[in-house]
């Protein structure tokens, strides 16, 4: 008796990972609602845009990827607003620098995106059908009922009758703190001690491009306990973040304390970035802190799915953060095809949909482990960007897999596909961590991880056989040695 | 400048933990309010009571040193209101019982209590100086401007000028909440699949006490899966629980399924609690969640100090959470001793005090390990009850314990006090985790995680030596028979 009835969705965030759900619900033939707590990005000057939130984003293969399934020409437009990094560009503290290749091998690179942008040409993307709601946020959310309520202007405005919940609400999830409410939720918060102090680099004009130093280049300054990072910018800026102890960063509470810290450690930088420009930001911007969280499950019957940050809030320093909000919509999208979950509703209005309840619990479960990993990868990048890119075992380790990797080449075992996320399920060759995470869209992160640290104990029995051969080459050369010195 | 003023601290919360901390502050001089959402328990008659929350605690060591250490006489009350369970009663499946004694070498016991009752008895100790508020409820607090508002019939109250806010408010602490927002907190929260559902078992008066099972006993019906317990009431009647994973529980959904599962599983309690009452007992109580949750720091600045569940919520298969939350305010008391926190406050008012904000802040460091210790071996014990108590390895490693024991007696290092809360820093000769956690509340609940896994793996090796010893031996005689039958 079920008439034909189209399913809606309300997309809780039109953030990146937000926007690009609600477009792929939209593909689906899904009536889809967003509901934003800022401004309307559309049409915003740049200018007025990098106030909204000025950090830049990485993107690589995963985001691109996840962009691409839903509409290749995405893809494009953001390739076409970024610039590319190839290579570490590492800043020593006698001021040399030098350049570590993210891919020697492919030439694969990331791509450095100011947030706002692609923020603006995600939401521009968005054709008309999609209703958009700005500066309203969501006030309260009764799951049982299906109702959920937005205030503007202290005005509040119910919404009822949709099928299925999308929190892309961020760190802070409102709909993730109502689902918590209504579903044993395992959730965990930590933060590291460190904070993060946006900093700026202006453009020189006289300069190709304006860039002050070479663009194509993911910039540290390594300094063990923290660092300091640039990523280029289209107007030829670099927007810079310092990493540091919230101890340590007391000492930057004067202008004549930053000034000290900055010449023992960053003097390489101060020109740079014009010196009370630097310490103008020292002074003003906020210390924010480093928050990883793990959330599951992630979503609530056939009626809530968290993505993106609401799901995983990571560290930034593996650059996924972005990336891997943007694959959850993709790997959503493919459960959704699997279980058949089309644009007509099978449960009346209000019940719940057995079989996109099972299409969620099944993405739920499987998305797990993947999210879990690139948590856990981003917290250990911060030990490796601050201070073992500075280390000769490390710039072994890097150039042992590069050997390995020409020997024994690891290729995609299949195509990605809208019923097959990820063809590689069990990577074979060789292959660094650091190229499956960023450059490898067809391998769960988890699985990443499972084979890196196979790689690892590989490399650690070779470095024991190659020990014990040493000592036996020794040994028998000490023998001969005596026996032709006893003669 | 600063005149004399005395210390003025919140409580939020008037259960067993608030209550203690409320009597300890005014104890150490300061002025003393509690705030509490529920009725005023005082006078109440113990029908009434029951409706609170009819769960039994089970009060041991580490409570009664809490109590003892704030008023000698409140601990006696306790025992008086309490029963003592001097082992567990295994019910096995055939519906023979089996008594394992907790404590075979010193005799010691813990004890049943019922919630109310302590409840009650730990609040009508309080002195009139302590201003008590309830049915108010904490509905917002600003830690930085230090105003807390609460509400009662909808009426708001702001309550300004304290210098400490103590939040004892249980399991979904709102004084955690606020902490959260202006604190880097680390916090996690994971349900285990199991429920819990409160049943009971009424007294019959032709019995003596009314008891229909022995009453000294904590009586334990384990089926590996799954579980029931019941423990003593004063009147005769028996609090049961029993613990379901959910998927199971569904099985309980209809009176003649719940028949069902209680004859094919505890055929013999059927009769003792009624087939009525239990059927009615399923049908209407709630299946419960259990949680653990671990907070750090559990303090903020001079300012804030979570106690009890509020800091560390446990499932309750060790005992320990009001053990532990009872504890907590003997422990911080301690702290507040060694900084020489006295009653005159020694900042303004408003201000930092920087001696309390180190004493908390070095609290909270400190009792992390303890906290989490005690959090995952109430998660291990779970295993313990409804499965392991059934092994033959379990009772050889329990009699290997106490042979140990007997040979290698392990003493307190030194008598609690108030300056020394955990005199047994290491534990030296042989003692089991139960009695380290159960009876010794000189030693910390860390110190008795790490010693159990020293003494597991001691018997590890022995078993491993005795192994050898035993394939050596076998190999001796061997050849010894072999050498006789050659001759």
């Known amino acids: 008796m079920s008439s034909q009835r189209q399913r809606v969705a309300l997309v809780i965030g039109a953030g990146p990972v937000g926007a690009l759900a609600a477009l792929s619900l939209h593909r689906r033939g899904w009536d889809v609602e967003i509901w934003e707590a800022r401004d309307d990005p559309r049409g915003m000057e740049a200018s007025k845009m990098t106030n909204l939130r000025s950090i830049n984003l990485n993107i690589s293969a995963r985001g691109l990827e996840a962009m691409r399934s839903v509409d290749p020409t995405l893809a494009e437009t953001m390739i076409n607003e970024s ?16 350049a570590q290749a993210y891919d020697p091998i492919h030439g694969w690179h990331s791509n450095s995106i100011s947030r706002p942008v692609l923020n603006q040409r995600l939401v521009e993307a968005l054709p008309l059908e999609i209703k958009m709601r700005f500066n309203t946020k969501l006030s309260r959310l009764d799951l049982h009922s299906r109702k959920a309520y937005f205030t503007e202007h202290g005005e509040e405005e119910e919404v009822k009758d949709f099928d299925l919940i999308i ?44 860039f002050k130093m070479e663009p194509n280049h993911l910039h540290i300054w390594p300094r063990h306990s923290f660092m300091l990072i640039a990523l280029p910018n289209k107007d030829g800026s670099f927007t810079m973040t310092l990493f540091i102890p919230f101890e340590e960063a007391k000492r930057l509470d004067t202008r004549d304390g930053a000034l000290a810290f900055f010449q023992e450690h960053f003097s390489s930088a101060i020109d740079l970035m014009g010196k009370e420009r ?13 928050v990883t969280m793990n959330v599951n499950p992630s979503t609530w019957r056939s009626h809530v799915v968290l993505l993106g940050d609401a799901a ?3 560290v930034p320093f593996y650059g996924q953060g972005l990336n891997c909000g943007l694959e959850d919509v993709r790997v959503l999208n ?77 290729k995609p075992e299949g195509e990605l596909s809208l019923t097959n996320p990820f063809p590689t399920r069990k990577v074979r060759g060789w292959t660094s961590l650091y190229e499956m995470v960023t450059f490898r869209a067809d391998i769960g992160y988890a699985e990443a991880l499972r084979r890196e640290k196979w790689q690892r104990e590989v490399v650690s029995w070779a470095g024991e056989i190659a020990a014990i051969g040493l ?13 032709q010195w006893e003669r």
């Open 167 to 210: 929190g892309a609400d961020g760190t802070w999830s409102k709909v993730r703190q109502e689902m918590k409410r209504v579903e044993r939720v395992n959730f965990s918060q930590e933060f590291i001690s460190h904070a993060y102090i946006e900093l700026h680099m202006p453009p020189d004009p006289t300069k190709a491009g304006g």
């Open 471 to 483: 000592v036996g080459g020794i040994g028998v050369m000490s023998w001969l040695l005596f026996r």
């Open 312 to 314: 995983h809030s990571m």
């Open 83 to 98: 610039i590319p990094m190839a290579s570490r560009m590492i800043h020593h503290l006698d001021g040399h620098t030098e």
């Open 334 to 410: 493919s459960y959704l095809e699997q279980h058949h979950i089309g644009s007509t509703a099978t449960a009346p209005l209000g019940r719940t949909d057995p079989e996109l309840s099972m299409a969620l619990e099944t993405y739920s479960k499987d998305r797990d482990a993947d999210l879990r990993a690139i948590c856990t990868l981003a917290l250990n990048n911060y030990t490796e960007m601050r201070s073992h890119v500075l280390s000769p075992l490390y710039q072994f380790r890097r150039h042992l897999d590069y050997v390995l990797e020409r020997l024994l080449p690891s």
């Open 278 to 290: 630097l310490l103008d930001d020292l002074e003003r911007n906020p210390r924010g802190n480093l």
